[in-house]
Every structure is written in C-alpha cells, then in structure tokens.
C-alpha cells in the first residue's frame, strides 16, 4: 500500500511568487491534514479536511494560504504571495477515520525556502 | 491553549543504554496522545498512539506511559542502538477536529 505522497519535496522560491503543493493521501483515507514547520519552532497544524470539506482551518496563517480538495482525493496547498516567513516544511497527513482512535500518517514533506 | 514540551531537546548516548524521553502538556482533555520518530529529510513514522483510557503501550523496545492528569508521557527506549538514533517527536490529540499538538521533539543520537 502506497503511503502519503507530496510533491514536490523541494521548492525555493523568490518572495511575491505562487507555489502550489500537492498532497496524495492513502487511497481510501477520508480525512488528510496540513501541518508546517517553520525553522526552530514545533510542527503547527494548518487545516483538516474530510472528503472534499473543510473541517477545521483554524491553523491557516493568513488569506495567501488557500487550500483545496476537490473530489476528495488529492489536495492542495497554495501560498500566493509567498513571504519569507512561509519557509519551512510543510507536512501532509491522511487518517482513514479521523476519530483520534488511529493515528495520522504523514507523507515526506515539501521543504519550501522563500529567498 | 494546549501546549506540549519536550525534555531534554537532545539527548546522545552509547549503545546498549537504557533512556527515558520525556513529553508534558498543558491541558489534560486529550483523546489521545502519539509519538512519532523523523529521520533527517524524511516524514514523521508514527511509534506508539496511547488512548487518553490507557496507560502505557509497547511496541518492541519501545514503551510508552502516559499520565493524563499530571500532563505527563514518556518513551522508555530499552538497549538502543544506532539505527534508533532519529529526532522523537511527542503529540496530542485534543479531539477538535483530531488535530496535533507537537512538542518541539528531542534529537537522540545513539553512539558506538
């Protein structure tokens, strides 16, 4: 079985650009989650969907962060435009039933530099 | 607000020692609380989940206990080796939307 995939697992990027990171979720996995690491501090939680739905995006830093799943499958993250703050990893999750009686699965993340 | 603290923030020891990784949080409303080991570039591999009913589990070397209404959970590595050497990272799931709560992690190198 196939684990959490991102793409791409580098991106350096000049300040006022758009990136756009992918996440492909374990197949079946109702439930995938964005988190992010900025240097030095602990991973922080973006936002939850289920299926196609936003669930929670409490943890969205701002209006540049624009997240999407449509059909429910694979999703998006887009940072437009990009600030230097935005570097760090950002890490994707998928849960098949986001009850909190299973864990999360993350993917390898995308390492974002802002310059 | 739910805040996770992991001490020592690193840690380096010989093989073969026995070491105790230590997490605490703030808040003791969880429904569960993970921990997890990322290798340098790679993902986060889920170790061991501990229900907020349960106090410990095992998995191998490795067992973890968690003390909810003290805010406390530790990893106990037996005989480590080398190839446990990797950053431990300690989350909790206060059940809103199961969304994490990190700690910092501790970076363990097991030495020769």
């Known amino acids: 079985e196939a684990g959490v995939t991102q793409f791409p697992s580098h991106s350096v990027i000049e300040k006022g650009q758009t990136v756009t990171l992918r996440c492909d979720p374990i197949?079946?996995?109702?439930?995938l989650y964005w988190y992010r690491r900025v240097m030095g501090k602990e991973i922080k939680f973006l936002l939850h969907?289920?299926?196609?739905?936003?669930?929670?995006e409490s943890g969205m830093p701002n209006n540049r962060f624009l997240a999407e799943r449509t059909g429910g499958t694979y999703s998006t993250l887009k940072v437009q435009p990009a600030e230097l703050e935005d570097s760090g990893v950002y890490f994707c999750?998928?849960?098949?039933?986001?009850?909190?009686?299973?864990?999360?699965?993350f993917g390898p993340g995308t390492r974002l530099l802002v310059l | 607000k739910q805040e996770v603290t992991q001490i020592p923030a690193a840690l380096s020891v010989p093989e073969g020692e026995n070491l105790v990784l230590n997490c605490s949080f703030t808040?003791?409303?969880?429904?569960?609380l993970q921990w997890f080991r990322q290798d340098p570039g790679k993902g986060l591999t889920s170790l061991l989940l501990?229900?907020?009913?349960?106090r410990e589990q095992t998995s191998g070397r490795l067992n973890a206990s968690l003390d909810k209404s003290s805010g406390r959970s530790t990893l106990y590595i037996a005989a480590s080796q080398p190839g446990d050497s990797a950053t431990y990272l300690c989350?909790?799931?206060?059940?809103?939307?199961?969304?994490?709560?990190f700690g910092t992690g501790t970076r363990l190198q097991v030495t020769l």
């Open positions: 989350a909790v799931d206060t059940g809103t939307a199961s969304k994490l709560t």
């Open positions: 999750a998928s849960s098949q039933d986001g009850s909190g009686w299973e864990t999360q699965y």
């Open positions: 501990i229900q907020s009913s349960q």
């Open positions: 969907f289920v299926k196609e739905s936003k669930q929670d």
């Open positions: 197949s079946g996995h109702d439930n």
């Open positions: 808040d003791s409303a969880i429904y569960n």
